[in-house]
């Protein structure tokens, strides 16, 4: 009985999960609006809805035997019980212990039922000792010492500005409604018979083949009616003469019985005569059976397109009923941001707010799933690159409060279109070409004839970063890489455009479904391959006399603009076919747009257009280049679909363009083994330190102190530094200040390794001239090695 209980527990605590989740969320915005509101009705509105939040989730909690949650919600209610009656005021500080509280009902959920360590206690009875000092009107911020509660009457109760420009909407209430026939599906579930019923795609294409295997069955039967009808007369009529000369022959024999007559007419006493009988009998069955077997065959045709007509209604009837089903509005996703922003900024010393627009429109659960980490990207790019400190704004004439706008906008029927923009600091070009160059991925050469388009799309490579230095969370050069890389994935564009000083907008086009797509088949060298519709601009036929040669590459004219041209067989890297033989004069050509780049591909022909199943490749094809996947078509062949954006790099290549690193000869420089300087204290880091450096082939000499670290510069060279910061005699940020400084020195690398991870220390370190600054608490061999392979 016991195990029966405990199974029903963790059912329920399954369910209590979900609908944990929804209370945490309404509390989070609630938070949120109530912060920005001014008015006075309009607070007391957001707090009777977020105190009846923390109730419900308090009584849900207790119903699983939830403790720990349970009592951080008695605590929180406790709070907006103050605030309704006016005993506590609402303050920056009071929002800080509310926003934690969030953070850390949503840190208990994730490990719910499991067993709390001794971290988590300390964290739940300090957090509840800050709640219940907040009931009684004194508000204790994370962190504080208990002698350092900041009093009633010293409480600022006025909104900080950068929340004034929103005005929040009218109820945060949550509609909760309960109807008969009205169930909770885990999304899973639906996923899974999504996917099932896209697979009835198959099903349908293949009775689109077959039906077109009848109907050429038919129009071949109609042929062969056709022919046997103008020699069916000429036949009956051999026939009837033979039959007729059988029967002549045989009377003249009976008159003169020494006449000649064919042997064959008189062999079986009349057989031949009997052969010719059967003959003509069997041509008018044969006629009948024609006639029933061709209407049979209308039938079966008609039929055929019957059933298809009905297969393709359910079909497509079932697909769009999931798909709605699994529509979800972009505000499921964008709820999380405004906390998300609020805490950034606050990390970073600044202040912003976020505009969200268009966050009703709904798009394919999938695409959201996919697109929640590149858009926290983008917008911690927005907050840790674009947007100034309030200072730096005012003096530029700002208000000293920065605004992050996410504008979801549905572009037509098939796509939507995501804008992320800022009103910060704007990019710097020549950094990203500087970047761009240092990485190898262009020359200095090749830099200086870059439009500012050209230099823009560098931003989203791997590696290339404009920050000045590197930390655990930034300036890797990673951040924009995944976000196009996601936006590739799901079959979307995604382009840049920044205006120093001004800001930045980053604008992605999605579809709104994923799975299915409408797309072209192609063959190339007797290969047949799928191209996404939506790339290709136009199909054309050009004439061999048309293509010109433009600085070494070929080109065509298409609506008065030079296009370049490359066989698509070169791109796929297919054997060279001889040519020598083949006469055509026309070519067929497919345009492809992508990124606002067009390239002309020649195939060998375009067969068709057709609904297409996008099917992966399996963990054992992660990453093919120039292949997004595979669909089936109709005949049950498997043909690949071509990744657009990857052609499009690959073509560029094929016709001359840059050539990535790794295709380039490896120098002598480049095998010698690098010097790294080790400043640390203590012997067991500085032990730790030595021994993965030099197990990953770098020559290592270490240092005790600053003062010992520059001593040792001054006689030896160093490819770069890793040092710690609080150090006896001289600290790491005096250390690096001082290696800038000095002329010989000023352009070495310097990586701080540290405990210290606060803003205010990571400021200091970037004021100092660090280029990466690595957290002790977070740290991880791989990312040091990874920072100091960019760096060096």
Same mark, same amino acid.
């Given at each position: 009985?016991?195990?029966?209980?405990?199974?029903?527990?963790?059912?329920?605590?399954?369910?209590?999960?979900?609908?944990?989740?929804?209370?945490?969320?309404?509390?989070?915005?609630?938070?949120?609006?109530?912060?920005? %509101?001014?008015?006075?009705?309009?607070?007391?509105?957001?707090?009777?809805?977020?105190?009846?939040?923390?109730?419900?989730?308090?009584?849900?909690?207790?119903?699983?035997?939830?403790?720990?949650?349970?009592?951080?919600?008695?605590? *929180?209610?406790?709070?907006?019980?103050?605030?309704?009656?006016?005993?506590?005021?609402?303050? /920056?500080?009071?929002?800080?212990?509310?926003?934690?509280?969030?953070?850390?009902?949503?840190?208990?959920?994730?490990?719910?039922?499991?067993? @709390?360590?001794?971290?988590?206690?300390?964290?739940?009875?300090? *957090?509840?000792?800050?709640?219940?000092?907040?009931?009684?009107?004194?508000?204790?911020?994370?962190?504080?010492?208990?002698?350092?509660?900041?009093?009633?009457?010293?409480?600022?109760?006025?909104?900080?500005?950068?929340?004034?420009?929103?005005?929040? /909407?009218?109820?945060?209430?949550?509609?909760?409604?309960?109807?008969?026939?009205?169930?909770?599906?885990?999304?899973?579930?639906?996923?899974?018979?999504?996917?099932?019923?896209?697979?009835?795609?198959?099903?349908?294409?293949?009775?689109?083949?077959?039906?077109?295997?009848?109907?050429?069955?038919?129009?071949?039967?109609?042929?062969?009616?056709?022919?046997?009808?103008?020699?069916?007369?000429?036949?009956?009529?051999?026939?009837?003469?033979?039959?007729?000369?059988?029967?002549?022959?045989?009377?003249?024999?009976?008159?003169? /019985?020494?006449?000649?007559?064919?042997?064959?007419?008189?062999?079986?006493?009349?057989?031949?005569?009997?052969?010719?009988?059967?003959?003509?009998?069997?041509?008018?069955?044969?006629?009948?059976?024609?006639?029933?077997?061709?209407? @049979?065959?209308?039938?079966?045709?008609?039929?055929?397109?019957?059933?298809?007509?009905?297969?393709?209604?359910?079909?497509?009837?079932?697909?769009?009923?999931?798909?709605?089903?699994?529509?979800?509005?972009?505000?499921?996703?964008?709820?999380?941001?405004?906390?998300?922003?609020?805490?950034?900024?606050?990390?970073?010393?600044?202040?912003?707010?976020?505009?969200?627009?268009?966050?009703?429109?709904?798009? #394919?659960?999938?695409?959201?799933?996919?697109?929640?980490?590149?858009?926290?990207?983008?917008?911690?790019?927005?907050?840790?690159?674009?947007?100034?400190? $309030?200072?730096?704004?005012?003096?530029?004439?700002?208000? $000293?409060?920065?605004?992050?706008?996410?504008?979801?906008?549905?572009?037509?029927?098939?796509?939507?279109?995501?804008?992320?923009?800022?009103?910060?600091?704007?990019?710097?070009?020549?950094?990203?070409?500087?970047?761009?160059?240092?990485?190898?991925?262009?020359?200095?050469?090749?830099?200086?004839?870059?439009?500012?388009?050209?230099?823009?799309?560098?931003?989203?490579?791997?590696?290339?970063?404009?920050?000045?230095?590197?930390?655990?969370?930034?300036?890797?050069?990673?951040?924009?890489?995944?976000?196009?890389?996601?936006?590739?994935?799901?079959?979307?564009?995604?382009?840049?455009?920044?205006?120093?000083?001004?800001?930045?907008?980053?604008?992605?086009?999605? /579809?709104?479904?994923?799975?299915?797509?409408?797309?072209?088949?192609?063959?190339?060298?007797?290969?047949?391959?799928?191209?996404?519709?939506?790339?290709?601009?136009?199909?054309?036929?050009?004439?061999?006399?048309?293509?010109?040669?433009?600085?070494?590459?070929?080109?065509?004219?298409?609506?008065?603009?030079?296009?370049?041209?490359?066989?698509?067989?070169?791109?796929?890297?297919? %054997?060279?076919?001889?040519?020598?033989?083949?006469?055509?004069?026309?070519?067929?050509?497919?345009?492809?747009?992508? %990124?606002?780049?067009?390239?002309?591909?020649?195939?060998?022909?375009?067969?068709?257009?057709?609904?297409?199943?996008?099917?992966?490749?399996?963990?054992?094809?992660?990453?093919?280049?120039?292949?997004?996947?595979?669909?089936?078509?109709?005949?049950?062949?498997?043909?690949?679909? *071509?990744?657009?954006?990857?052609?499009?790099?690959?073509?560029?290549?094929?016709?001359?363009?840059?050539?990535?690193?790794?295709?380039? $000869?490896?120098?002598?420089?480049?095998?010698?083994?690098?010097?790294?300087?080790?400043?640390?204290?203590?012997?067991? %880091?500085?032990?730790?330190?030595?021994?993965?450096?030099?197990?990953?082939?770098?020559?290592?000499?270490?240092?005790? #102190?600053?003062?010992?670290?520059?001593?040792?510069?001054?006689?030896?060279?160093?490819?770069?530094?890793?040092?710690?910061?609080?150090?006896?005699?001289?600290?790491?940020?005096?250390?690096?200040?001082?290696?800038?400084?000095?002329?010989?020195?000023?352009?070495?690398?310097?990586?701080?390794?540290?405990?210290?991870?606060?803003?205010?220390?990571?400021?200091?370190?970037?004021?100092?001239?660090?280029?990466?600054?690595?957290?002790?608490?977070?740290?991880?061999?791989?990312?040091?090695?990874?920072?100091?392979?960019?760096?060096?």
């Amino acid at each position: 009985m016991g195990t029966e209980n405990n199974e029903f527990l963790e059912k329920l605590r399954e369910t209590f999960k979900i609908e944990a989740e929804e209370h945490i969320n309404v509390i989070s915005s609630g938070l949120i609006e109530l912060e920005k %509101a001014q008015a006075v009705e309009k607070q007391m509105g957001i707090i009777e809805t977020v105190f009846r939040e923390a109730h419900s989730l308090k009584g849900a909690a207790r119903a699983v035997n939830m403790i720990d949650i349970e009592s951080v919600c008695q605590n *929180l209610e406790s709070v907006f019980a103050a605030l309704k009656r006016k005993e506590t005021a609402l303050s /920056p500080e009071l929002f800080d212990v509310l926003h934690q509280t969030v953070d850390t009902l949503n840190t208990l959920l994730l490990s719910a039922g499991a067993k @709390r360590s001794a971290s988590e206690r300390s964290m739940i009875k300090e *957090l509840t000792r800050g709640l219940k000092s907040a009931a009684e009107g004194v508000v204790q911020p994370p962190g504080m010492k208990e002698t350092e509660k900041i009093e009633p009457e010293k409480i600022k109760s006025k909104v900080p500005a950068a929340a004034q420009a929103i005005e929040a /909407p009218p109820s945060m209430a949550v509609e909760k409604t309960v109807l008969t026939g009205t169930v909770r599906i885990s999304t899973t579930k639906l996923d899974s018979i999504l996917l099932q019923a896209e697979e009835l795609l198959s099903v349908k294409q293949s009775a689109v083949h077959r039906g077109a295997e009848l109907r050429e069955i038919t129009v071949s039967f109609a042929q062969w009616k056709k022919e046997w009808e103008k020699i069916q007369h000429d036949v009956r009529t051999i026939y009837r003469a033979l039959e007729k000369n059988s029967e002549q022959s045989i009377e003249n024999h009976h008159a003169d /019985p020494r006449g000649k007559i064919d042997p064959l007419a008189m062999k079986g006493g009349g057989s031949y005569t009997s052969f010719t009988v059967k003959n003509l009998e069997f041509l008018e069955w044969n006629s009948t059976y024609v006639r029933s077997l061709e209407h @049979r065959l209308a039938a079966l045709h008609r039929s055929c397109e019957d059933d298809y007509r009905l297969l393709d209604k359910i079909v497509e009837g079932l697909l769009d009923d999931m798909k709605t089903v699994l529509m979800l509005p972009f505000s499921s996703l964008l709820d999380i941001f405004p906390a998300f922003v609020r805490k950034l900024s606050r990390d970073h010393g600044k202040e912003a707010e976020l505009v969200i627009r268009g966050e009703d429109i709904k798009i #394919d659960k999938r695409i959201l799933d996919e697109m929640k980490d590149p858009l926290i990207h983008l917008v911690r790019n927005c907050i840790d690159h674009g947007i100034e400190k $309030p200072e730096e704004r005012v003096q530029k004439n700002k208000p $000293p409060h920065g605004t992050i706008t996410i504008i979801v906008s549905q572009k037509n029927s098939h796509h939507v279109e995501i804008l992320v923009s800022d009103d910060g600091a704007g990019i710097d070009l020549a950094k990203v070409k500087s970047a761009a160059v240092k990485l190898g991925i262009i020359t200095d050469n090749e830099a200086g004839k870059l439009n500012d388009q050209e230099v823009q799309s560098l931003i989203f490579l791997s590696g290339v970063s404009t920050s000045p230095i590197v930390t655990d969370i930034s300036g890797r050069g990673l951040g924009l890489s995944i976000v196009g890389e996601k936006v590739v994935k799901l079959g979307g564009t995604v382009s840049l455009e920044t205006h120093p000083g001004t800001g930045t907008a980053c604008r992605i086009l999605l /579809p709104l479904t994923l799975a299915t797509f409408r797309g072209i088949l192609i063959c190339v060298d007797e290969y047949l391959f799928v191209l996404p519709t939506t790339n290709v601009e136009q199909v054309v036929r050009v004439n061999k006399e048309q293509i010109k040669t433009v600085e070494n590459r070929e080109t065509i004219q298409l609506n008065g603009q030079a296009v370049s041209l490359v066989r698509l067989a070169d791109v796929l890297k297919f %054997a060279q076919k001889d040519t020598a033989g083949e006469s055509a004069d026309l070519l067929q050509v497919v345009v492809i747009g992508s %990124a606002e780049k067009r390239i002309a591909f020649t195939v060998d022909s375009v067969l068709s257009e057709q609904e297409v199943l996008v099917k992966k490749l399996g963990p054992q094809l992660t990453r093919v280049p120039n292949i997004a996947g595979a669909t089936v078509l109709g005949t049950g062949k498997v043909v690949p679909i *071509l990744n657009v954006p990857d052609l499009m790099r690959s073509a560029v290549q094929v016709m001359g363009g840059p050539v990535l690193p790794a295709a380039a $000869p490896v120098e002598k420089e480049e095998i010698k083994r690098k010097s790294i300087l080790v400043v640390e204290d203590s012997i067991t %880091a500085r032990t730790l330190l030595k021994n993965i450096l030099e197990s990953s082939g770098y020559d290592v000499k270490t240092a005790v #102190d600053g003062i010992d670290a520059f001593t040792i510069m001054k006689t030896e060279s160093f490819d770069l530094v890793v040092s710690d910061v609080d150090m006896p005699r001289m600290n790491g940020f005096d250390l690096t200040a001082k290696i800038r400084r000095d002329k010989e020195l000023s352009g070495l690398p310097v990586v701080l390794v540290t405990a210290l991870e606060s803003r205010e220390d990571r400021e200091r370190g970037i004021d100092a001239g660090a280029n990466a600054y690595i957290i002790k608490s977070s740290f991880d061999q791989s990312n040091l090695l990874e920072v100091i392979r960019r760096l060096i």
